[in-house]
């Protein structure tokens, strides 16, 4: 918000994966083609735009609007969805993501304390299917409705500049000072089924009712402090986060596949630290480290068989800052980026029924992996 001038800016994410399980053995352990359980790589598009709207208003206070919104798949695919049970194990973390938007606004409250507040829009889709089969599977009077709602979360967000607020006509140490605070209430992207199927052929006419309630996509509330200090041409930043992931258990209570696994969640806290260093007029450069514990508690959701690692994410970054680019009135600003996530050894037991002969299994795995990120942004001052 300290820029006045509006912005429009185009990202694009991508993941690569390599999550893998060592078995140690066990009862009936399922085959599996090599370590790597998954390695499915992973794009997402975003698109996000500020722009001050004080000039509709009667007041000289400036307006901010903002949204962002994010695709999957290179822009291909809005609907990410999968929630199911697995023999083999199954991440917690680091698979597709639904089509997401947040939109929001921001202002100058007093001097030096800006505030902000916007929400986080995910859908919750419905499903009825009404049909007569036969025993053959021969279906007639066929009827399906799909719905889908928009379910709305706040984020709610304050930044003070420590030296306008309290120093603004005298210099002092505290205008290099920066800190803030974000709430993001939880959301997730949630499906329901209900279907009926209508058999004449037997007794009566008795009809086949199907309802299945489940959760794919979960963000927990967070709440994040961070402060910020400018040391000439740079600024190192510290940030703590607390995710309040405990509820997700509350959620899966009502999650028709993953109600029976009673799995268990915990409430973590994520420190990071990063620096960033102007060269010169145009180029910057940064960095960060950041720890993250993982969420999941259970070491054993049996038939779910989800496996979790604690994370090392390590964080190189730059932006380049066009003053006078060819054709464009305002500078043109190119971010570019590069994380890395170690996943640490965790143990954890795969056990359930096996779907195609009922047999029960149970084996001692190890999961880790590695994951790298590639980012970049294109941004056009207006």
């Given at each position: 918000?300290?820029?006045?001038?509006?912005?429009?800016?185009?990202?694009?994410?991508?993941?690569?994966?390599?999550?893998?399980?060592?078995?140690?053995?066990?009862?009936?352990?399922?085959?599996?083609?090599?370590?790597?359980?998954?390695?499915?790589?992973?794009?997402?598009?975003?698109?996000?735009?500020?722009?001050?709207?004080?000039?509709?208003?009667?007041?000289?206070?400036?307006?901010?609007?903002?949204?962002?919104?994010?695709?999957?798949?290179?822009?291909?695919?809005?609907?990410?969805?999968?929630?199911?049970?697995?023999?083999?194990?199954?991440?917690?973390?680091?698979?597709?993501?639904?089509?997401?938007?947040?939109?929001?606004?921001?202002?100058?409250?007093?001097?030096?304390?800006?505030?902000?507040?916007?929400?986080?829009?995910?859908?919750?889709?419905?499903?009825?299917?009404?049909?007569?089969?036969?025993?053959?599977?021969?279906?007639?009077?066929?009827?399906?409705?799909?719905?889908?709602?928009?379910?709305?979360?706040?984020?709610?967000?304050?930044?003070?500049?420590?030296?306008?607020?309290?120093?603004?006509?005298?210099?002092?140490?505290?205008?290099?000072?920066?800190?803030?605070?974000?709430?993001?209430?939880?959301?997730?992207?949630?499906?329901?089924?209900?279907?009926?199927?209508?058999?004449?052929?037997?007794?009566?006419?008795?009809?086949?009712?199907?309802?299945?309630?489940?959760?794919?996509?979960?963000?927990?509330?967070?709440?994040?402090?961070?402060?910020?200090?400018?040391?000439?041409?740079?600024?190192?930043?510290?940030?703590?986060?607390?995710?309040?992931?405990?509820?997700?258990?509350?959620?899966?209570?009502?999650?028709?596949?993953?109600?029976?696994?009673?799995?268990?969640?915990?409430?973590?806290?994520i420190p990071r630290i990063g620096a960033e260093y102007q060269v010169n007029d145009m180029l910057s450069v940064s960095t960060g480290l950041a720890y993250e514990v993982s969420p999941l508690k259970s070491t054993r959701t049996e038939n779910i068989n989800y496996l979790?690692?604690?994370?090392?994410?390590?964080?190189?970054?730059?932006?380049?800052?066009?003053?006078?680019?060819?054709?464009?009135?305002?500078?043109?600003?190119?971010?570019?980026?590069?994380?890395?996530?170690?996943?640490?050894?965790?143990?954890?037991?795969?056990?359930?029924?096996?779907?195609?002969?009922?047999?029960?299994?149970?084996?001692?795995?190890?999961?880790?992996?590695?994951?790298?990120?590639?980012?970049?942004?294109?941004?056009?001052?207006?």
């Amino acid at each position: 918000m300290r820029d006045p001038r509006g912005e429009l800016t185009a990202g694009l994410f991508h993941a690569e994966h390599e999550l893998r399980v060592d078995s140690q053995g066990g009862l009936n352990a399922p085959t599996r083609e090599g370590d790597v359980l998954n390695d499915t790589p992973s794009q997402q598009v975003l698109i996000g735009m500020k722009t001050d709207l004080s000039s509709v208003t009667k007041y000289n206070t400036p307006f901010y609007l903002g949204f962002m919104a994010g695709v999957e798949k290179f822009g291909q695919e809005m609907l990410a969805f999968q929630s199911g049970e697995s023999e083999e194990g199954q991440f917690l973390n680091y698979d597709r993501q639904p089509l997401f938007l947040n939109i929001g606004g921001g202002l100058t409250l007093w001097r030096g304390i800006d505030v902000g507040a916007s929400v986080r829009v995910t859908l919750h889709a419905e499903a009825a299917l009404n049909t007569d089969t036969t025993l053959g599977g021969t279906t007639s009077r066929e009827r399906l409705e799909v719905s889908a709602k928009p379910v709305l979360r706040p984020i709610l967000g304050v930044n003070v500049n420590w030296g306008e607020t309290f120093c603004s006509h005298t210099p002092c140490w505290m205008e290099n000072l920066d800190t803030a605070l974000v709430y993001k209430g939880y959301s997730n992207t949630r499906t329901s089924v209900d279907a009926n199927a209508t058999i004449p052929e037997t007794l009566g006419g008795d009809g086949l009712l199907l309802a299945i309630r489940t959760i794919d996509s979960f963000q927990p509330e967070i709440v994040t402090a961070g402060a910020q200090y400018q040391f000439g041409r740079a600024r190192v930043a510290l940030s703590g986060e607390f995710q309040r992931w405990s509820r997700l258990e509350r959620e899966f209570e009502g999650d028709t596949i993953k109600s029976r696994a009673n799995i268990e969640f915990r409430d973590i806290f994520i420190p990071r630290i990063g620096a960033e260093y102007q060269v010169n007029d145009m180029l910057s450069v940064s960095t960060g480290l950041a720890y993250e514990v993982s969420p999941l508690k259970s070491t054993r959701t049996e038939n779910i068989n989800y496996l979790d690692n604690d994370r090392i994410i390590v964080g190189f970054g730059g932006a380049l800052e066009i003053a006078n680019p060819p054709v464009l009135a305002f500078p043109l600003r190119l971010d570019f980026g590069y994380q890395y996530h170690h996943l640490r050894d965790r143990d954890f037991i795969i056990s359930g029924t096996r779907s195609s002969d009922g047999e029960p299994f149970e084996e001692l795995v190890t999961a880790d992996g590695d994951v790298h990120v590639v980012a970049g942004s294109i941004t056009i001052k207006f």
